[in-house]
């Protein structure tokens, strides 16, 4: 009796806190036998394992969700850049800017501007001495596409040029099809300039004026569904729709006058809404009411 009274009270409980009410450090008590305690160990292994994988997975669920849209639904996903390592060489030839390659084009010329990663985003400076925005493109084949991504302007001196900008621009076999645009003054979306000798020229659809801050991340999506396309700043949304939109298409050529970035770079097939017919009424309305102002 006594012996069994000295066991119990020498074995030692489960440490479960301090006493100041610190959580707990263990809460089993280990057991005796060093080849239980190994079992044990490798079972606590395993089960922190699968608490931490499920928490990975949803990171990467939230980093692939498609944001709110209203033409389209999104499909199969495309692209997915978090511009975190340097990016591969393209493939194929990067002699046009508008088609004729895979992956990123850049950097190709002092034309196209300096383009880098830095902190998580895609940074195009132009090349004042060239007057022309520095440029950038992911080529790809597709037709229908939901573009999602975070753009800035930059708050640095002009140097001479006239206007600061961020464009994302959409190009066929061999020039631009349409674009998203955005300046200090808010976002405008156009039928592009298909052979810039012409006769083909831009069709504007609409403006919206904001006032833009410089250094500030925007949040851009682009959608396009054969021959309509619809731009959204911010949850304010214009669409415009023209047969060259409807075209094949090959690249998204980032556009940055001066100087910007672009981060959190995502892609998706699009699909129909069945509410589109609805949400264009609403979106048309308010681009009226928006012009009357």
């Given at each position: 009796?006594?012996?069994?009274?000295?066991?119990?009270?020498?074995?030692?409980?489960?440490?479960?806190?301090?006493?100041?009410?610190?959580?707990?450090?263990?809460?089993?008590?280990?057991?005796?036998?060093?080849?239980?305690?190994?079992?044990?160990?490798?079972?606590?292994?395993?089960?922190?394992?699968?608490?931490?994988?499920?928490?990975?997975?949803?990171?990467?669920?939230?980093?692939?969700?498609?944001?709110?849209?209203?033409?389209?639904?999104?499909?199969?996903?495309?692209?997915?850049?978090?511009?975190?390592?340097?990016?591969?060489?393209?493939?194929?030839?990067?002699?046009?800017?508008?088609?004729?390659?895979?992956?990123?084009?850049?950097?190709?010329?002092?034309?196209?501007?300096?383009?880098?990663?830095?902190?998580?985003?895609?940074?195009?400076?132009?090349?004042?001495?060239?007057?022309?925005?520095?440029?950038?493109?992911?080529?790809?084949?597709?037709?229908?596409?939901?573009?999602?991504?975070?753009?800035?302007?930059?708050?640095?001196?002009?140097?001479?040029?006239?206007?600061?900008?961020?464009?994302?621009?959409?190009?066929?076999?061999?020039?631009?099809?349409?674009?998203?645009?955005?300046?200090?003054a808010g976002m405008r979306i156009q039928k592009d300039d298909n052979?810039?000798?012409?006769?083909?020229?831009?069709?504007?659809?609409?403006?919206?004026?904001?006032?833009?801050?410089?250094?500030?991340?925007?949040?851009?999506?682009?959608?396009?569904?054969?021959?309509?396309?619809?731009?959204?700043?911010?949850?304010?949304?214009?669409?415009?729709?023209?047969p060259l939109i409807a075209s094949d298409k090959h690249s998204i050529?980032?556009?940055?006058?001066?100087?910007?970035?672009?981060?959190?770079?995502?892609?998706?097939?699009?699909?129909?809404?069945?509410?589109?017919?609805?949400?264009?009424?609403?979106?048309?309305?308010?681009?009226?009411?928006?012009?009357?102002?």
């Amino acid at each position: 009796m006594g012996r069994a009274r000295f066991a119990a009270h020498s074995r030692k409980p489960a440490l479960r806190g301090d006493a100041r009410g610190a959580p707990p450090l263990c809460l089993f008590t280990p057991p005796r036998h060093p080849a239980q305690h190994v079992r044990t160990m490798k079972t606590l292994s395993i089960a922190c394992a699968a608490a931490i994988l499920p928490a990975h997975a949803l990171l990467a669920d939230l980093a692939s969700m498609p944001p709110p849209t209203l033409m389209t639904k999104a499909g199969k996903l495309l692209v997915a850049e978090n511009f975190s390592k340097p990016l591969p060489p393209p493939q194929g030839s990067t002699a046009n800017y508008a088609s004729g390659f895979k992956g990123w084009r850049c950097n190709v010329s002092e034309r196209g501007g300096r383009w880098d990663i830095v902190d998580g985003a895609f940074r195009g400076i132009e090349n004042p001495k060239v007057n022309h925005p520095a440029c950038a493109s992911i080529g790809l084949d597709f037709k229908n596409v939901i573009i999602a991504c975070e753009a800035r302007m930059h708050d640095v001196p002009l140097e001479g040029r006239k206007f600061r900008g961020f464009s994302v621009r959409t190009t066929d076999a061999k020039d631009y099809v349409c674009s998203v645009m955005l300046s200090q003054a808010g976002m405008r979306i156009q039928k592009d300039d298909n052979d810039h000798a012409g006769p083909d020229k831009a069709v504007p659809f609409g403006e919206i004026k904001t006032p833009i801050k410089l250094g500030e991340w925007q949040t851009i999506v682009f959608e396009i569904l054969d021959d309509e396309m619809v731009g959204t700043l911010n949850g304010k949304s214009l669409t415009g729709q023209h047969p060259l939109i409807a075209s094949d298409k090959h690249s998204i050529m980032f556009v940055s006058s001066v100087e910007g970035s672009v981060r959190n770079l995502r892609v998706w097939e699009a699909l129909p809404n069945p509410d589109w017919t609805k949400n264009k009424r609403t979106i048309l309305a308010a681009s009226k009411g928006s012009a009357k102002k």
